[in-house]
Structure formats: C-alpha cells, structure tokens
C-alpha cells in the first residue's frame, strides 16, 4: 500500500502516522513483512492544495476480506492525503 502524508509532519508525527498504520494492518489480522519510507517528493500536480507529499511504502499480507476496513479507515485519516492498494505480482 502506497500511502501519501501530508508534507507538514515532522519526523516524530510522521513516525506516529507510520505506527498506525503498521497497527491498523495488524488489527486487521496482515503480516508486514516491510516498510519503505520514501521521503519528502514533489508531486506531479496538488493534491490538497499541496505541492509536495511524504511517500510510505508498506509491504504487507493480508486476507482479501479484510481490506475493506484498511480501506475505511484510511479514508478517515486526516494526515494521509492519498492511498492506494495494489496486488504485488510474485
């Protein structure tokens, strides 16, 4: 899951977010097996009136089923502004 933060989180906030989001994989019964965090990037257009964004990576294994609740609470999540689910290709 690609996950796009809100460029005004400083490092300590942006590791809280990150943690929540290991922890909402988690309570959703999926497996991280790892996590990239890209850093601060210029986006291709605004996105919430922003120009730039924090870009996280987290591998993760989950049942199908469960995504559904990953999905709604990230859509609540204020300091995300952007995420998207993909099926990784083995």
């Given at each position: ?65 469960r995504?559904?609740e ?21």
């Amino acid at each position: 899951m690609m996950v796009l933060f809100d460029p005004s989180l400083e490092d300590e906030a942006l590791k809280e977010e990150v943690s929540k989001v290991e922890d909402l994989i988690r309570r959703e019964e999926g497996e991280i097996e790892k996590v990239d965090i890209w850093g601060r990037r210029r986006l291709a257009y605004p996105v919430n009136k922003k120009r730039e964004g924090i870009y996280a990576i987290f591998y993760f294994q989950v049942n199908p089923d469960r995504l559904k609740e990953i999905d709604r609470v990230m859509k609540i999540n204020q300091k995300a502004m952007r995420f998207m689910v993909v099926k990784r290709e083995d």
